[in-house]
T-cell receptor
Framework: DSGVTQTPKHLITATGQRVTLRCSPRSGDLSVYWYQQSLDQGLQFLIQYYNGEERAKGNILERFSAQQFPDLHSELNLSSLELGDSALYFC?????????????FGPGTRLTVL | AQSVTQLGSHVSVSEGALVLLRCNYSSSVPPYLFWYVQYPNQGLQLLLKYTTGATLVKGINGFEAEFKKSETSFHLTKPSAHMSDAAEYFCAVRRNTGNQFYFGTGTSLTVIP
């Protein structure tokens, strides 16, 4: 158990819909990262937040957005969903923003868009 | 720019045989290097990491990796494969002045009884 929690574990929805994925980092971790893992794209970094502020952006679509709240939990919002958005979405956390600390991964949310 | 290349998307070894998973990185400065393992239907778990100091790094489950700056490599090895080692392995790099991790495309390890 990494200490990172993600809800829900599974999510099935239809095209055009909007969903919210939730992540709680390990106690004391200030950074949260979101990744998308699919068979054809592999593990893709989406976005990072540090202590409530956006710190780095990766291959995140404009239809996707994220935020980190004062209690440090984070939400990833996916809107106007397409079939291709079906994937595993991972959240990871690390102690701070600029050190060599590793990232600890949550168990993931499996999103299926029908 | 950072990139990580994992040679061989699928590797099969016999139980008891040497495991060698290859990882090469491109970086203008020595980065921090990581190996993660992902078991089916689970998140990624850290195997080992290199930051500074000794270039041979030992991790969990008998795995180790050696940072070779001249070869820009960080290959993962295990002397004797076990059935429980079957999983997806990811190499990752992080610059010592940045935030972002860059993951390789992963290598799926199959262990044959």
């Amino acid at each position: 158990d990494s200490g990172v929690t993600q809800t829900p574990k599974h999510l099935i929805t239809a095209t055009g819909q909007r969903v919210t994925l939730r992540c709680s980092p390990r106690s004391g971790d200030l950074s949260v990262y979101w990744y998308q893992q699919s068979l054809d794209q592999g593990l893709q970094f989406l976005i990072q937040y540090y202590n409530g502020e956006e710190r780095a952006k990766g291959n995140i679509l404009e239809r996707f957005s994220a935020q980190q709240f004062p209690d440090l939990h984070s939400e990833l919002n996916l809107s106007s969903l397409e079939l291709g958005d079906s994937a595993l979405y991972f959240c990871a956390s690390s102690r701070d923003r600029g050190s060599y600390n590793e990232q600890f991964f949550g168990p993931g949310t499996r999103l299926t868009v029908l | 720019a950072q990139s990580v290349t994992q040679l061989g998307s699928h590797v099969s070894v016999s139980e008891g045989a040497l495991v060698l998973l290859r990882c090469n990185y491109s970086s203008s400065v020595p980065p921090y290097l990581f190996w993660y393992v992902q078991y089916p239907n689970q998140g990624l778990q850290l195997l080992l990491k290199y930051t500074t100091g000794a270039t041979l790094v030992k991790g969990i489950n008998g795995f180790e990796a050696e940072f070779k700056k001249s070869e820009t490599s960080f290959h993962l090895t295990k002397p004797s494969a076990h059935m429980s080692d079957a999983a997806e392995y990811f190499c990752a790099v992080r610059r010592n002045t940045g935030n972002q991790f860059y993951f390789g495309t992963g290598t799926s390890l199959t262990v044959i009884p």
